[in-house]
T-cell receptor
Framework: QKEVEQNSGPLSVPEGAIASLNCTYSDRGSQSFFWYRQYSGKSPELIMFIYSNGDKEDGRFTAQLNKASQYVSLLIRDSQPSDSATYLCAVNMFERAKLTFGSGTQLTVLP | EAGVAQSPRYKIIEKRQSVAFWCNPISGHATLYWYQQILGQGPKLLIQFQNNGVVDDSQLPKDRFSAERLKGVDSTLKIQPAKLEDSAVYLC??????????FGNGTRLTVT
């Protein structure tokens, strides 16, 4: 079982729709959860992080964490073509400092 | 605030040759990471430094890869000898304590 799993996609949504990206993790003791966006040929850039169960909103982005289900998601409201990228979920494992990444979900927002 | 600096941006070498990458983290960031990202995959941690000490190098292929962070600032990652499967983007990142990490632009390595 992979430590961090994401649906590789590709996921396509029309402009203006809500894009929902999902991530599951294997270590129940994981403490910190991050979403990075990576445009083709570029390095990952941090979008959001979440530490506590529930929702965290930042502009058009909402991160959702459910530690009981070992599940974290990212919602993008009013999706724009500029949101087209690969979204990487990353988890900071309990008692281990390293950040472990999933393989990413490729999102395409269609004009 | 200046970002994480990496060089070179691109490198093409033949298998069995050696190569080195350089990283200068954001000023004041004690933690420095080297990640390897193969096309279509997420970044994989190779080595993590806290100041000039190694925190985690469990996924570093130590028979061919080496890394150092002298004086707790700049870092170099070396591959010797390179294999075809080392073709990837090598990402350096840094972070202050308990904060998310920030990536440099990466070095794209092609081994032919």
């Amino acid at each position: 079982q992979k430590e961090v799993e994401q649906n590789s996609g590709p996921l396509s949504v029309p402009e203006g729709a809500i894009a929902s990206l999902n991530c599951t993790y294997s270590d129940r003791g994981s403490q910190s959860f991050f979403w990075y966006r990576q445009y083709s040929g570029k390095s990952p850039e941090l979008i959001m992080f979440i530490y506590s169960n529930g929702d965290k909103e930042d502009g058009r982005f909402t991160a959702q964490l459910n530690k009981a289900s070992q599940y974290v998601s990212l919602l993008i409201r009013d999706s724009q073509p500029s949101d087209s990228a690969t979204y990487l979920c990353a988890v900071n494992m309990f008692e281990r400092a390293k950040l472990t990444f999933g393989s990413g979900t490729q999102l395409t927002v269609l004009p | 605030e200046a970002g994480v600096a990496q060089s070179p941006r691109y490198k093409i070498i033949e298998k069995r040759q050696s190569v080195a990458f350089w990283c200068n983290p954001i000023s004041g960031h004690a933690t420095l990471y080297w990640y390897q990202q193969i096309l279509g995959q997420g970044p994989k941690l190779l080595i993590q430094f806290q100041n000039n000490g190694v925190v985690d190098d469990s996924q570093l292929p130590k028979d061919r890869f080496s890394a150092e962070r002298l004086k707790g600032v700049d870092s170099t990652l070396k591959i010797q000898p390179a294999k075809l499967e080392d073709s990837a983007v090598y990402l350096c990142a840094s972070s202050p304590p308990t904060s998310p990490l920030h990536f440099g632009n990466g070095t794209r390595l092609t081994v032919t």
